[in-house]
């Protein structure tokens, strides 16, 4: 079964960059999207990113600039760096693993994403 | 501003039906996943492609799509459903990923 186990600072100050990294346990690393996703406090979900085993990325156009996630396929470990952070940047950040794909006939995408991380709560604050 | 739609709540009476709904022109071309939050948990996987349940989804759960619309089913609700429900898809691009704004739904 596969599990993603998540780390990283929880408390920044303003303008620091926020580094977190998820590791993938018990399962096959390529033919999936490797995504961060957040959750400010009492807010919704906003996708952060995504990035597949040959490194291949794509960003949140709000956050584009700021934003840039690695992978290591040989600790099978993929990592989110986020800089310039303030406040607004507060939130529970989650790493998960993403699924986009057609299935037989079906012309429509399948994209899910099936395996979540615990969450790491990052706060900003002077 | 978010490309997918939700209701913000919904409510349904203990072992009635509710469905929620989510809206985006981007669901003419990939199916809806649905997840379920409850409070300080990770969101849990409910419904994926065209109607899949992942292992341990009771089959209470069913999802559905019609043009721009998708919609997850919940048939006879129980108390233990009280939670968010996200939908997520991708952007018209296809190049991100992106989440509705979440309906709490109340089981009375």
């Known amino acids: 079964q596969v599990q993603l186990q998540q780390w990283g600072a929880g408390l920044l100050k303003p303008s620091e960059t926020l580094s977190l990294t998820c590791a993938v346990y018990?399962?096959?690393?390529?033919?999936?999207?490797w995504s961060w996703i957040r959750q400010p406090p009492g807010k919704g979900l906003e996708w952060i990113g995504e990035i597949n085993h040959s490194g291949s990325t794509n960003y949140n156009p709000s956050l584009k600039s700021r934003v840039t996630i690695s992978v290591d396929t040989s600790k099978n470990q993929f990592s989110l760096k986020l800089s310039s952070v303030t406040a607004a940047d507060t939130a529970v950040y989650y790493c998960a693993r993403g699924n986009f794909r057609l299935f037989g006939v079906d012309p429509y995408y399948y994209y899910y994403m099936d395996v979540w991380g615990k969450g790491t709560t990052v706060t900003v604050s002077s | 501003s978010s490309e997918l739609t939700q209701d913000p709540a919904v409510s349904v009476a203990l072992g009635q039906t509710v469905r929620i709904t989510c809206q985006g022109d981007s669901l003419r071309s990939y199916y809806a996943s649905w997840y379920q939050q409850k409070p300080g948990q990770a969101p849990v996987l409910v419904i994926y492609g065209k109607n899949n349940r992942p292992s341990g989804i009771p089959d209470r759960f069913s999802g559905s799509s019609s043009g721009n619309t998708a919609s997850l089913t919940i048939t006879g609700a129980q108390a233990e459903d009280e939670a968010d429900y996200y939908c997520?898809?991708?952007?018209?691009?296809?190049?991100?990923?992106?989440f509705g704004g979440g309906t709490k739904l109340t089981v009375l």
């Open positions: 018990g399962g096959s690393f390529s033919g999936y999207y």
């Open positions: 997520n898809s991708r952007d018209s691009s296809g190049n991100h990923g992106v």
